[in-house]
């Protein structure tokens, strides 16, 4: 039994091996609002997507304490964490055609070159208006 833990640990430990890029300031970020519909509810929410070439971070949240959404990705993979996310998990990209994560991709690939959009995969809808002019 007193191997048992470590054991355990670093079993676990091997799970949480994809290192994502941290911001830096040469990164773009816009914020503006995103009206998210699945099944019998809406949400509106503030919506923050910074992003590098193919690195990203989304962030949609109810305010400033509640974080319903968070997205990190780079060219190869994509980890969502939050109580949209339903589990925190991560994905090999390109995500799979018509799921809720798709649609997600779409909403931070979009952001860098649209002001408002609408996108649907998986159920979800989500429309996106950014604050301000480009």
Known sequence: MKYFLPLLALGFAGCVSH????PQGTWKTRTGQ???????????????????????RLEFSKGAALALMRIQRDASHARFEGPLARLAHT??????????EAGWMTVMD??????????GSGGAQFSVQFSGGR
């Open 19 to 22: 290192q994502f890029s941290q």
């Open 34 to 56: 995103l009206l998210y519909r699945e099944g019998g509810r809406s949400i509106v929410g503030e919506l923050t997507v910074s992003t590098l070439g193919k690195d990203g």
């Open 91 to 100: 994905v090999s990209l390109p995500a799979s055609p018509g799921s809720r």
């Open 110 to 119: 979009r952001a860098a070159t649209e002001q408002s959009y609408s996108v």
